[in-house]
């Protein structure tokens, strides 16, 4: 029972510097206007399957969902999906399994990453 609670105690550190860093990056986004340059964009000019994802977000924390999803539409397809298999690898995680996933998930997986080459093809056209 201790280990378990050891368990969930480190994903809430972990999720809680994810989160603290995120606001941070937000808030300075916002204050200066400054945000980190997508490379594959500025070494080619074709926007990558990520392109648009900061200026989603803080569209989405201004309720702006409509711009949020003009941004970048694939966040709104693969962003559940993504916190999907990580909240299943924390629950196995925390039931003392590794951070296993089931083949469903592998195949979710690669299903994300040829929807984000197709989305990132398909964007730059």
């Known amino acids: 029972m201790e280990e378990k609670k050891n368990r969930v105690r480190k994903i809430i550190y972990r999720d809680s510097i994810i989160l603290l860093a995120g606001i941070l990056y937000a808030v300075f986004v916002r204050l200066t206007g400054l945000a980190v340059p997508c490379i594959f964009r500025t070494l080619t000019g074709w926007q990558c399957p990520?392109?648009?994802?900061?200026?989603?977000?803080?569209?989405?924390?201004?309720?702006?969902?409509?711009?949020?999803?003009?941004?970048?539409?694939?966040?709104?397809?693969?962003?559940?999906?993504i916190i999907y298999l990580i909240v299943r690898g924390d629950l196995n995680y925390i039931k003392g399994d590794a951070y296993r996933l089931g083949s469903a998930d592998t195949v979710l997986i690669y299903i994300l990453i040829m929807a984000a080459l197709i989305f990132g093809v398909v964007r730059n056209l």
């Open 50 to 81: 990520g392109c648009g994802i900061t200026r989603a977000c803080l569209s989405l924390l201004k309720g702006e969902i409509r711009t949020s999803f003009s941004y970048n539409p694939f966040l709104y397809i693969a962003g559940p999906c």
